[in-house]
Each structure stands twice: as structure tokens, then as C-alpha cells.
């Protein structure tokens, strides 16, 4: 079946750090990939998405791109805050099929 | 985006009890979905909610143990019946659309079963 291999954390920076966190989707089609972003006693916000090939999503800073030779769709943040703490879920779905969400990376940014 | 309300927002119930979990929406939606997040983990589909039918559930998911209503577009219940501690848990709600195929979630309902 499909599955979301994300990028394991925690994962600790300081403010302004460049984030990374890779995400990589395995399915028999072409899904439309998405992030999405649970703050602490919260549920889950809709960060980015992106439904085809190339497309980019990009929302609060945080960018990511759809690399169909790879399914992969790497979150990526050039200055993060400490209000970007967080549980960030990488998701992946096609039209018709139940979501698929990977294990969740949780990142903690020190002032 | 659809805005989505949970009742109650956490509960602590004993074992053998049951609880019902209310979700509303600001719209009228086709989809809805529950989901299960147990401490420090991902999201499980528990079940996909269907207007003016039975719910279908994931494997390993039974209607006796989460029985499901859906009585309209804006609004579905969750039980959890014969709780135990492993139950213990957060229980999400959220919508899809249908042409932006996204979805959107409630804050969700933190259960602690004693």
C-alpha cells in the first residue's frame, strides 16, 4: 500500500537556522502531496500542498517542491522562529483514497 | 477552509464507559473523516463518516467498538464504546472538499480513560 517516509526527529535548531525535513511518498500513482503543521494542544493546520509535478507550495515561509522522479516533497524554512515549534506530518493522497500520513517530525527552535 | 468545532475538547471517563465525540461544520461538506492520534504518534484513519449511510472503517476498526453517525452535511458523532486505557487518545474530526481534494481538522478531542 502507499506510505510516507519522513524525515525522524526531533529535531532541535536555534532561531534563523535553516530547516530541513525530507518527506518522500511511495504510491502507485501521482498523489497530491501536503504538510501539515500541529502546534502544541492543538490539531492539525493545512500548511502547503502541491498537486502535480513541479508544483511548489509555499505558505508562513516555509516552502516545499513536488520532485516526481523522486515523489519527495522536503519542507524546507531559511530562518525559523521559535514559533514554529511544532509537529510537522508529511501527507499524501490521491483523489478518491484516504489520506496517508507519515510519523510526524517534531522540531523545537531555541532563541 | 472549513471551520470545524469538536465537543467535548478533553474528557476523562472511566473503563467500560462510553463517549460520544461531537463535530460540526461551518458548511456543508461531503467527506468526513475520524482519526485516531495516540500519545506521540501519527494520525490512523479510524473511519470515513458517509451522509445517509453506514460509515466505512479502516482494517482494524469495528462499528461496535466506534459506532458512527452522520446525519446531515454539517455534522457527525463518534463513540467510543467500552473504553479502556488504550483507548486513551486524540480524537480528530476533519472534512475533505471535494475539487481541492484537501483536509481540514478540528482541534480535537483529548481522551484520557482511567
Known amino acids: 500500500g502507499d506510505s510516507v517516509t519522513q524525515m525522524e526527529g526531533p529535531v532541535t535548531l536555534s532561531e534563523e537556522a535553516f530547516l530541513t525535513i525530507n518527506c518522500t511518498y511511495t504510491a502507485t500513482g501521482y498523489p497530491s502531496l501536503f504538510w501539515y503543521v500541529q502546534y502544541p494542544g492543538e490539531g492539525l493546520q493545512l500548511l502547503l500542498k502541491?498537486?502535480?509535478?513541479?508544483d511548489k507550495g509555499s505558505n508562513k515561509g516555509f516552502e516545499a517542491t513536488y520532485r516526481k522522479e523522486t515523489t519527495s516533497f522536503h519542507l524546507e524554512k531559511g530562518s525559523v522562529q521559535v514559533s514554529d515549534s511544532a509537529v510537522y506530518f508529511c501527507?499524501?493522497?490521491?483523489?478518491?483514497?484516504?489520506?496517508?500520513f507519515g510519523p510526524g517530525t517534531r522540531l523545537s527552535v531555541l532563541p | 477552509s472549513a471551520v470545524i468545532s469538536q465537543k467535548p475538547s478533553r474528557d476523562i471517563c472511566q473503563r467500560g464507559t462510553s463517549l460520544t465525540i461531537q463535530c460540526q461544520v461551518d458548511?456543508?461538506?461531503?467527506?468526513m473523516f475520524w482519526y485516531r492520534q495516540q500519545p506521540g504518534q501519527s494520525l490512523t484513519l479510524i473511519a470515513t463518516?458517509?451522509?445517509?449511510?453506514?460509515?466505512?472503517?479502516e482494517s482494524g476498526f469495528v462499528i461496535d467498538k466506534f459506532p458512527i453517525s452522520r446525519p446531515n452535511l454539517t455534522f457527525s458523532t463518534l463513540t467510543v464504546s467500552n473504553m479502556s486505557p488504550e483507548d486513551s487518545s486524540i480524537y480528530l474530526c476533519?472534512?475533505?472538499?471535494?475539487?481541492?481534494?484537501?483536509?481540514?481538522f478540528g482541534p480535537g478531542t483529548r481522551l484520557t480513560v482511567t
Open positions: 458548511s456543508q461538506v461531503t467527506m
Open positions: 463518516a458517509n451522509q445517509g449511510s453506514e460509515a466505512t472503517y
Open positions: 501527507a499524501g493522497g490521491n483523489y478518491g483514497q484516504n489520506f496517508v
Open positions: 502541491a498537486t502535480k509535478a513541479d
Open positions: 476533519s472534512v475533505g472538499t471535494d475539487f481541492l481534494y484537501e483536509q481540514y
